[in-house]
Nanobody
């Protein structure tokens, strides 16, 4: 019932910035946490950030704290991930995900996923 489409990925130099967008459709969008995950080549998919419906509650992976900011605009059915001070180790496919239940940092807690958008950070 929920469809997610990511955009905004691309190639950026280390130290640069990029903003990812996630367009969501479906009745549950405004009533659930939304998250960002990423999967680097040869690595497990990992939690990046998540945000509550109101935006009042956010959680970030330690690896991105202070550099990334998650936000949402429910009126536009959009979720964003502002990425600053990018590092080569941030290179990954980034996925937008809709939360269902369970631990906020676990991939199994999210039941809706976008197709992913590639972010490549050059050194």
């Amino acid at each position: 019932q929920v469809q997610l489409v990511e955009s905004g990925g691309g190639l950026v130099q280390a130290g640069g910035s990029l903003r990812l967008s996630c367009a969501a459709s479906g009745r549950t969008f405004s009533s659930t946490f939304m998250g960002w995950f990423r999967q680097a080549p040869g690595k497990e998919r990992e939690f990046v950030a998540t945000i509550s419906w109101s935006g009042a509650v956010t959680y970030y992976a330690d690896s991105v704290k202070g550099r990334f900011t998650i936000s949402r605009d429910n009126a536009k059915n959009m979720v964003y991930l502002q990425m600053n001070s990018l590092k080569p180790e941030d290179t990954a496919v980034y996925y937008c995900a809709g939360y269902m239940s369970g631990a906020y940092y676990s991939t199994s807690s999210y039941n809706y996923w976008g197709q992913g958008t590639q972010v490549t950070v050059s050194s």
